[in-house]
């Protein structure tokens, strides 16, 4: 029997424990997990901004949680030019990418060369977005008090 692969592509931007869910959720559907984290190049054309973390210290962090075989920089949006270099039979994806446009385009793509997407649930309450947010209310703060004190 062939080993199972899974591919969990991410960002992992400020690891937090919803990250470390999806890893250790994902493990639970293969035999070997591969994590890809974004480029800092790829990052902002992914997701419209540049990484806090550095990409020299996200795969770091990512490798460094005992669910993972390995850990490498993934400079291509494209996940079928990913698939033929590391040959996954299951993808992970949030389920924000369920029933939208670039997640039925990545399942019908996918589904091509047979390969399984399978979607969890984030973490309530805990996001990298929201991780952001909250940094930038208490980095704005000190300004506020100095311009009103």
């Not at 419209?48 to 490798?63: F, K, N, T, Y």
Request: aromatic share 6%; glycine share 6%.
């Amino acid at each position: 029997m062939s080993e199972r692969v899974g591919y969990a592509p991410g960002v992992y931007e400020m690891f937090h424990v919803g990250h470390l869910n999806i890893l250790r959720r994902a493990k639970e559907h293969c035999d070997c997990l591969v994590a890809r984290v974004v480029s800092d190049a790829m990052c902002e054309p992914a997701k419209g901004r540049e990484p806090i973390i550095p990409q020299a210290e996200r795969p770091q962090i990512v490798q460094h949680v005992s669910y993972m075989d390995e850990t490498i920089i993934d400079v291509v949006l494209d996940k079928l030019v990913t698939w033929e270099s590391v040959r996954f039979d299951v993808i992970f994806k949030g389920d924000d990418w369920r029933g939208t446009l670039k997640g039925r385009r990545l399942k019908r793509d996918l589904a091509r060369v047979g390969v399984e997407v399978v979607h969890f649930p984030y973490t309530a309450r805990t996001s990298s977005s929201m991780l952001r947010r909250v940094l930038s209310e208490v980095i704005a703060e000190p300004e506020r008090e100095v311009a009103t004190g």
